[in-house]
Antibody
Framework: EVQMLDSGGGLVQPGGSLRLSCAAS????????MSWVRQAPGKGLEWVST????????HYPDSVKGRFTISRDNSKNTLYLQMNSLRAEDTALYYC????????????????WGQGTLVTVSS | DIVMTQSPDSLAVSLGERATINCKSS??????????LAWYQHKPGQPPKLLFY???TRESGVPDRFSGSGSGTDFTLTISSLQAEDVAVYYC?????????FGGGTKVEIK
């Protein structure tokens, strides 16, 4: 059974930092692209970052580029998101998500998701 | 970035009736005969659930009253006979670009 356990959220002041983790099991973590997706209160889904299976390639939208860093430890089956210089607009429920195997490799249709970890940026 | 535009923002459908959700991308997401388009169902308190990838390939376990169609820039999610458990917000998402983008969502309710 696939399990993805998000953790690390909490209340942080503007300008502060947090590190999210996602512990995965039940699938071959080291061959799957992994991503973070967030949902701000009352809003839709927003993609936040992606890391390739090896960890060698990362992608970010402009809204978080330069402030967030995605990484992974394939020996621990764990995904991370280091969030620095946090802003009020980063307040959201953050989900880790697994890229589906689409024949020939992992694609960015997300077939498994964590339950989410809540990040609140407020003074 | 590829912009995904869904319509309508919300719709109310009677039980057993058809629900249709549209999704338009700002550029084609078709490459090598594959449309890099996914659909998700999102219920409160749960993570999103993948319904379709490659625009029309149904994920395992998804009821066949759900169908995905379209190509290029225009896509449709259809629920042929709405059930109470289908009340949710539905999102389309393109993965043609490494910079993944979601549509704004369509809320489906019972009339």
């Amino acid at each position: 059974e696939v399990q993805m356990l998000d953790s690390g959220g909490g209340l942080v002041q503007p300008g502060g930092s947090l590190r999210l983790s996602c512990a995965a099991s039940g699938f071959t973590f080291g061959i799957s692209a992994m991503s973070w997706v967030r949902q701000a209160p009352g809003k839709g889904l927003e993609w936040v970052s992606t890391v390739s299976a090896s960890g060698g390639t990362t992608h970010y939208p402009d809204s978080v580029k330069g402030r967030f860093t995605i990484s992974r430890d394939n020996s621990k089956n764990t995904l991370y998101l280091q969030m620095n210089s946090l802003r009020a607009e980063d307040t959201a429920l953050y989900y880790c998500a697994k890229g589906r195997y689409c024949g020939g490799g992992s694609c960015l249709a997300f077939d498994y998701w964590g339950q989410g970890t809540l990040v609140t940026v407020s003074s | 970035d590829i912009v995904m535009t869904q319509s309508p923002d919300s719709l109310a459908v009677s039980l057993g009736e058809r629900a249709t959700i549209n999704c338009k991308s700002s550029q084609s997401v078709l490459y090598s005969s594959n449309n890099y388009l996914a659909w998700y169902q999102h219920k409160p308190g749960q993570p999103p659930k993948l319904l379709f990838y490659w625009a029309s390939t149904r994920e395992s376990g998804v009821p066949d009253r759900f169908s995905g169609s379209g190509s290029g820039t225009d896509f449709t999610l259809t629920i042929s006979s709405l059930q109470a458990e289908d009340v949710a917000v539905y999102y389309c998402q393109q993965y043609y670009s490494d910079l993944v983008t979601f549509g704004g969502g369509t809320k489906v309710e019972i009339k």
